[in-house]
Nanobody
Framework: QVRLVESGGGLVQAGGSLRLSCAAS????????MGWFRQAPGKEREFVAR????????YYTDSVKGRFTISRDSAKDTVYMQMNSLKSEDTAVYYC???????????????WGQGTQVTVSS
């Protein structure tokens, strides 16, 4: 069973940066795709970025392209998301997830972390 633990959230001013981490344990080799989602108050959980474990191909939602970068350290079984030029609309709980397909919907991912809060003040 895979366990995902996020960290790195916090309070930052608009224009600032944060780096989120997602540490994985368990049978992580069986999950080809790792993703980041976020959920703002009163809104549905939305896709942010994903990375393939084998060839490191990445994909981003349009609103974060050029500002966020997803990466992974295979030796540490950890996925990161560097977030730059943060905006107030990036405020949300950010979740790490593991899945089998290159998807952008919640249903494509089967294992989730507990989430980490990111708050961007304007």
């Amino acid at each position: 069973q895979v366990r995902l633990v996020e960290s790195g959230g916090g309070l930052v001013q608009a224009g600032g940066s944060l780096r989120l981490s997602c540490a994985a344990s368990g049978a992580i080799f069986s999950w080809p795709v790792m993703g980041w989602f976020r959920q703002a108050p009163g809104k549905e959980r939305e896709f942010v970025a994903r990375i393939r474990r084998t060839d490191l191909v990445t994909y981003y939602t349009d609103s974060v392209k050029g500002r966020f970068t997803i990466s992974r350290d295979s030796a540490k079984d950890t996925v990161y998301m560097q977030m730059n030029s943060l905006k107030s609309e990036d405020t949300a709980v950010y979740y790490c997830a593991a899945g089998f397909v290159d998807g952008t919907t919640v249903s494509n991912y089967a294992t989730w972390g507990q989430g980490t809060q990111v708050t961007v003040s304007s």
